[in-house]
Every structure is written in C-alpha cells, then in structure tokens.
C-alpha cells in the first residue's frame, strides 16, 4: 500500500501497522483496506480477501504460519459462517465428529496411513515428532518454556507469553522433552 503523497490518512495507516507489525497489500479508498487484498499481522497469520471500510467482509481465508487454514464468511470483521482445517487436511467437524473423542484418540495420520509397528511410537501427529528443547513443552504450535513461560516456534521464533491458564494446561497435557516414568509412585507401590 504505498500511497504516500496520494492520501494523508493512508500514511498514518502505513505507519501505524508499521509500528504493530502488520502489513497490508491490496486495495484500498481513502486510505482504508477496501475490496481484494491481503493482510498479514505480526504473528505472520496472514488474511487473504474481501475488505470493507477497513475491516474483513465477504468471502476470505486466515492461514495460519503452521499450515491450517479458517476460510469464512465476514461481516464487519465478524465471521460470520465457516470451516478451519488443519494442516495436515484434517476438517473440523462442530458436530458428529469422531476425531479424536473419547472412543479413538489416534492421531489423524494414523487413521490415513495405519499405526505404526510395535515398537515405534508416535509421539505426534509428525512422524518424527519436532526437536523440544531440554526442560522444554511441545504444546503443538512450538515449544514451551515453563519457566520463561514463553511459547517459542519450532524455529526458535517468539511466539507469545503464556497466561496462566495456557501454563497450566500446557504442565498439565503436553508432550515433554524429557522421559518420565508416569503412573508410578515409588512410596505407595506394592511390591510381588
């Protein structure tokens, strides 16, 4: 969106998502992102669409940087109806879903290519899991560090600090990067 010396308000837009992180590439009237374009905010989610007065409106699609997609209808910068799946094709279902309920916990790979042999765990839907650096989480976007209590991407990029709440869930679900005998309480075990 280069319109420098076209709109005053489109510049104090540029410099406004300058300094957030975001950036725009599309159409626009009087300074606001306005019919097709393209909008990326600083966590590199990027939106691809339909625009109106500066918000998402019509037909559009979030792609997410670790691959899933949420393609919607917007309205005013509400979706308003639509469909996320994820990257490995998997398509969330709100209803009737049998993925990953009570009754069958595999892994999505799993039911399109079939467990693995004895012996050969899968740890993740990836097979080989990602690298979790020592004292580290998988929390299935990146790596948690408990206590820097920072969400980094497989890369090592930033990806958020974690509120209370994603902290818990995270000690209390994930994947760690160390091995740990579960189940067991050398104290109260009774020995044969």
């Known amino acids: 969106m280069n319109c420098f010396l076209q709109k005053k308000g489109c510049w104090k837009a540029n410099v406004i ?21 393209e909008y990326t905010f600083p ?40 469909s996320f799946t994820f990257a490995d094709g998997l398509q969330y279902q709100e209803k009737d879903w049998d993925y990953c309920d009570g009754y069958d916990r595999r892994f999505y790979s799993e039911r399109c290519n079939g467990l693995r ?7 993740s839907d ?6 979790i650096p020592d004292g580290c989480y998988d929390c299935g976007d990146g790596s948690y560090d408990p206590k820097a209590r920072v969400v980094t991407s497989y890369s090592g990029r930033f990806l958020r600090n974690a509120d209370d709440s ?8 994930c994947r760690k990067a160390w091995d740990e005998a579960a189940g067991v309480d050398p104290e109260n075990s009774v020995a044969f």
């Open 43 to 82: 966590t590199e989610t990027k939106y691809e669409g339909e625009m109106k007065e500066g918000m998402f409106h019509g037909k559009g699609v979030l792609h997410f940087p670790n691959g899933s997609k949420y393609e919607a209808t917007w309205e005013n910068g509400i979706a308003k109806q639509g």
């Open 117 to 123: 042999p004895a012996g050969e765990s899968q740890l």
């Open 17 to 37: 998502m300058e300094f957030i992180g975001s950036s725009y590439k599309g159409d626009t009237t009087n300074g606001r992102m306005d019919g097709k374009g």
């Open 166 to 173: 994603e902290h818990e869930w995270i000690l209390r679900t």
């Open 126 to 131: 990836l097979h080989p899991p990602h690298f």
